[in-house]
């Protein structure tokens, strides 16, 4: 099911709202190492927030924090306005997902799932009652009782999942969840997941190191490296408009063009790139001083290809086609420029592969717009 | 024909030292006692015929009507028992404190839980003899420390028998419940508390279950040979320890009645048999849940 909803939920951009998660000035230390750096960060209710990060930027340290197994070194966070820094893990209203599941092996399916509800001394019809529709939820009503060695991988996510929901946690933590399951599989439950984050109401934190997970599921990302926070922002604000070349790089395919920036009328500059080259032109929504160095990040699916000279462009260099990728739906044609630069283009395939009119060491003419790409001074 | 020798190896050792010994004590138990070398009749010189026929089951019904035997029997199985649950109280947070250790400090803790197998098993009850009697390096400390007037008698009694059983057999019930507790994953513990669990609750409701398989393993290997047990009663024990072992051995040296002594070998290999049989489906149980 699609998010379709008459006012876009965007609490983060209310400045009423009161955050759910709040992490002031959070720092991390192991002995010397700094595993999260001064980090700063808002979650709202009901969001799908994803952390997303190479391995070993921190993103496992700042849930294990959320859920109360590692103290923080320096800053504070706070859960629903409270500062939850001295509050044991089984005392907050958190409940994690392992990266492992972490399934007790002595209990069945069932009585995993029972597990949290009974530590709450909640009376047996309750529990029976809670248990099965959790079941229900991930669909597991005929293996109730399993035990997790006699169940599937993608079922013991499942049975995972129902265990850290059972207690309608305010919060809901999930370490890689889908890692460890093959790609079919991994989008399926994807979108189970955004439909019972959807159909609960729970706030849910993930970490992924997957760009295309993070942007099919979350309503924010936070975009992560060497324990500090470079980028947070909605999927298609990070995919558009990125803040800096690292988080460009890391979401999708980017085409990097450096070089020193000349102002020409307001909001556009030009951009010489390379010896011999005409500048080119791209607007910029953050100001450039005259000589700076500037980054242009152009997504491939923005840059045309063609085999005559296009006449409307702002932006058209020639180059040679170096190498072709058929992606099926897709193909990524690699130009490279006089300078030795090679630029990707994608196009669809809307015409038979035999056909195509594009190949291997053909000149050809990549062009875009000055709107198509993002300046970036860092 | 290789691989038919190679199963071979292991059952010829089995019916070398365990089938022929066991065959032999068990035709001794059924023989007379007589002034004679070997000390008992009859004996293959007077024809299998004539042993066949001569043997019986008279020193079996012998044990049932000294209330010795019996009695023996059943004080040995107690204090096996009761040293069995002592050395698990102190074994288990011994294994559970190595199962905890950083990893550079494990192959160190290991060495030091191994190492007194590395000095002879008689010295060091002997040692213990040295530190439990009434002039004993405990008695002092304790008397020196003020904490008490007189020496305690700890040897010869029950409590040195106890002390002398789970100070020898202590490894043999770290080694499996560490085994099992290094397997463990730490997530699971965790969990336990990320779902509402004190640390207390997710040690019983968690940790313990899933160490069960070593728990049960070490027991056995500790009740097992301490049920038999001859030379730690003989020497830390007192003139009140009744255990099999000292019995058999008196019945051998003291009475030289070989076959009462191997009557009461026989009963104690076939109380024996099923704790050992116990312990072999709990270690092919856990085999089978690993697989
Ligand atoms: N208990 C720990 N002791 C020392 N270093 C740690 C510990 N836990 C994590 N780290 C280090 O902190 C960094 C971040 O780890 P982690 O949060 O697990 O990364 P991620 O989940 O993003 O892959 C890593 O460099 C890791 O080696
Ligand atoms: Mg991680």
């Known amino acids: ?378 | 024909m290789r691989r038919f020798a190679l199963i071979a190896i292991p059952y010829l050792w089995l019916v070398l030292l365990f089938l022929a010994p066991f065959l032999i004590v068990l035709k001794i138990s059924l023989s007379d006692a007589a002034l004679a070398i070997p000390p008992y009749a009859p004996t293959l010189k007077d024809g299998i015929g004539t042993l066949i026929a001569e043997l019986d089951f008279e020193n079996f019904v012998f044990l049932t009507q000294d209330d010795l035997y019996w009695k023996a029997y059943l004080s040995s199985l107690r204090i096996a028992l009761i040293s069995t649950l002592l050395t698990l109280l102190v074994g288990y947070p011994i294994a559970y404190g190595m199962a905890k250790a950083p990893d550079e400090w494990r192959a160190t803790l290991m060495m030091v839980v191994i190492l007194p197998f590395w000095t002879s098993f008689l010295i060091r009850v002997y040692a213990w003899m040295g530190i439990l009697s009434n002039e004993g390096l405990l008695n002092q400390l304790l008397i020196w420390l003020g904490l008490i007037g007189e020496p305690l008698t700890i040897l010869n009694t029950n409590t040195a028998v106890y002390i002398g059983i789970v100070y020898t057999y202590l490894p043999f019930m770290i080694l499996p419940i560490y085994a099992a507790l290094d397997r463990l994953d730490a997530s699971l513990d965790e969990a336990a508390q990320d779902l509402g669990c004190t640390r207390t609750q997710a040690f019983w409701l968690v940790t313990i279950p899933l160490s069960k398989n070593g728990i049960v393993a070490g027991c056995f290997l500790v009740f097992i040979p301490a049920l038999g047990e001859f030379v730690i009663p003989s020497l830390l024990g007192g003139s009140g320890t009744l255990m099999i072992g000292k019995v058999l051995w008196e019945e051998f040296f003291n009475n030289r009645d070989w076959p009462v002594a191997s009557a009461v070998a026989i009963i104690l290999l076939l109380i024996l048999v099923i704790p050992i049989v116990l312990f072999q489906r709990n270690q092919q149980k856990q085999q089978e849940a690993e697989q």
Request: proline share 5%.
């Open chain 1, 1 to 378: 099911m699609p998010r379709v909803s008459q006012t876009v939920f965007a609490p983060w951009d209310d400045p009423t709202e009161k955050p759910l998660i709040r992490f002031q000035n959070v720092t991390k230390r192991f002995g010397t190492f700094v595993a999260i750096d001064d980090l700063t960060l808002d979650i709202y209710e009901r969001e799908f927030f994803a952390l997303l990060g190479p391995s070993g930027c921190g993103k496992t340290t700042m849930m294990r924090m959320l859920a109360g197994f590692e103290t923080i070194s320096e800053g504070k966070i706070e859960l629903a306005g409270q500062d939850i820094g001295h509050v044991p893990p089984n005392e907050r209203a958190v409940n994690m997902m392992f990266q492992s599941y972490a399934l007790f092996p002595h209990l069945s399916v069932w009585d995993n799932i029972a597990f949290g509800l009974k530590r709450d001394r909640k009376s047996k019809a309750e529990i029976d009652a809670r248990v099965d529709e959790m079941l229900k939820l991930v669909r597991l009503e005929k293996f109730a009782r399993r035990k997790p060695h006699q169940i599937s991988g993608g079922q013991r996510q499942r049975v995972a999942l129902a265990r850290s929901l059972a207690k309608a946690p305010k919060l809901l933590l999930l370490d890689e969840p889908l890692g460890a399951l093959d790609k079919k599989l991994r989008q399926d439950t994807q979108f189970e997941l955004m439909d019972i984050q959807e159909t609960t109401g729970t706030t849910f934190v993930i970490v992924t190191h997957d760009q295309e997970e993070a942007m099919t599921v979350a309503s924010r990302v936070a975009v992560m490296d060497e324990g500090r926070i470079m980028q947070v922002a909605t999927p298609a604000a990070i995919y558009e408009h990125p803040n800096s070349v690292y988080v460009a790089d890391f979401i999708g395919d980017v085409n990097i063009i450096s070089g020193q920036t000349n102002a020409s009328g307001t909001d556009t500059y030009r951009l010489s790139w390379a010896e011999g080259q005409q500048p080119v032109t791209a607007t910029s929504d953050i100001t450039f001083s005259e000589g700076q160095k500037a980054h242009l990040a152009i997504r491939p699916e923005k840059i045309r290809i063609s085999t005559d000279q296009p006449v409307d462009a702002d932006n058209k260099v020639q180059g040679k086609v170096l190498d072709i990728a058929y992606l099926g739906n897709l193909s990524t044609y690699h130009v490279e420029l006089p300078g030795g630069q090679v630029i990707k283009a994608q196009t669809a395939n809307t015409r038979r592969i035999a056909r195509r009119d594009i190949t291997w060491e053909d000149p050809v003419w990549i062009s875009w717009n000055a709107t198509a790409g993002v300046m970036l001074a860092e």
